[in-house]
């Protein structure tokens, strides 16, 4: 059983039928609907990303998902960023690459170099993960899976703040209020507080280039769920509780749809949604010792859609006209009540589209810890037609995190989404499923020099 549909429960379906091969029988467990959290909204007849938007160039499973189910890159569409304090630009993009970086230099000095090595470095070491598991191996607990990529640094960068990470590598406090703060409020809605292995891949994706699928992210989970011929239960799992047949545990999942209660039984179940207090309320029974309660608080974080006429009075700009950016990210100042706003393209991409000019009704994606008042909609907007307002727990509170949450509850019952407390985005749930997958066969198979190995990339380069 796989408890989630999302992108965490798609690709750990997809990936327990490779490495179990087709006899396998996978049920999925989905009680909104496919996709999670990427999901769309339509404004117009046309459908919009409310979340979860854009793909890094490095998301190696992701690129093989899309290619795997005949899907495409969406066009991209240009478009310049600045960063608004709430007064002024602190920092606005140019048409010109090498101007672009001439401005850096001539606010923060050499930080933005410093800022790509220290990326760099740690993107290099985390892409080994793909060829650990493409030789087969798996990891039992998250800490292990840093160690194998990093050593204790990688550990560490899970206990520690970016902003303390990118001072001591000389990266300027200036630079982390104005850029680096900026980029995790658009991204996590959080402060430059983040551990720094999360902030290291949010920032990877803000300086690399991204892409998205066309029709949609969420077409990955249904193309995943369709081709793995997944038995999909539209229904809420409440509780799981273990019983054993001839000395193996069995796994009882209960549930609730709209026919009412029921139950079945499984050889392995793989849970990929939140188990925290806040999230879920999920009981486990029978277990000795019993499943400990997950510590740990979730970010609200709201996305508005809204379709209408920006107020570019408010950023400085009197004529509508001459307002030249579609993405405005902002510093952590408090009287900002938006973390980022950006003019959205829909998810279908013709070749004729060309991007609303910015005296033109648009579409724009608000991101907020709040649900947006009429006062504060009519300060970016002029008028506008429609909103449409998306309420997630998306995130952890990241500082609010002690330790990370296991990946093995119990010998054959897994746990997939505490990913997202070392860093959240669609490649690290892929990773993740991966493990989950690798680590299940591995372990039915008693197959147990794969499982936390040391010293693997010697081992994979003589396996090579």
Known sequence: AVVGAGLGGSAAAYFLQQHFGPQVQLDVYEAAGVGGRLATVT????????????????????????????????????????????????????????????????????????????????????????????????????????????????????????????????????????????????????????????????????????????????????????????????ARVTGISLHSSEGRALYQVHYESAEGQGSAFYDMVVVTTPLHPSRSNFTFENFDPPIADFPGAFQPFVTSVVHGYLNSSYFGFPDPKLFPFTSILTTDTPDLFFHAMD????????????????????????????????????????????????EWQTYPRYDAAKALPPVVLHENLFYLSGVEWVASSMEMIAVAAKNVALLAYNRWHQELEKIDQKDLMHKVKTEL
């Open 43 to 234: 404004v117009n007849k046309q459908q919009y990303e409310s979340r979860g938007a854009s793909i890094h160039a490095l998301s190696l499973h992701m690129q093989d998902f899309v290619k795997i189910l005949g899907l495409k890159h969406r066009r991209e569409v240009a478009g310049k960023s600045a960063i608004f304090s709430g007064e002024h630009f602190v920092l606005e993009e140019t048409d010109w690459y090498l101007l672009n970086l001439f401005r850096l230099w001539w606010h923060y000095g050499i930080s933005f170099l410093r800022l790509q090595m220290w990326v760099e470095e740690v993107m290099e070491k985390f892409m080994r993960i793909y060829k650990y598991q493409a030789h087969g191996y798996a990891f039992s607990s998250l800490e292990e899976l840093l160690r194998s990529l990093g050593g204790e640094a990688f550990v560490n960068m899970t206990q520690r703040s970016v902003a303390e990470s990118l001072l001591e590598v000389g990266v300027t406090q200036r630079f982390v209020d104005d850029v680096i703060a900026a980029v995790l409020r658009s991204s996590y809605g959080q402060s430059v507080l983040v551990p720094a292995f999360a902030g290291a891949m949010s920032l990877a994706g803000a300086q690399g280039s991204t892409w998205a699928v066309e029709g949609g992210n969420k077409l990955v989970c249904s193309g995943l769920l369709k081709l793995t011929k997944a038995n999909v239960i539209p």
């Open 343 to 390: 003019n959205v393209c829909p998810v279908n991409i013709s070749a004729a589209f060309r991007r609303k000019q910015p005296q033109e009704a648009a579409v724009w994606r608000v991101l907020s810890r709040q649900p947006l008042d009429k006062h504060q909609l009519k300060t970016l907007f002029r008028s506008y037609y429609s909103v449409q307002v998306t």
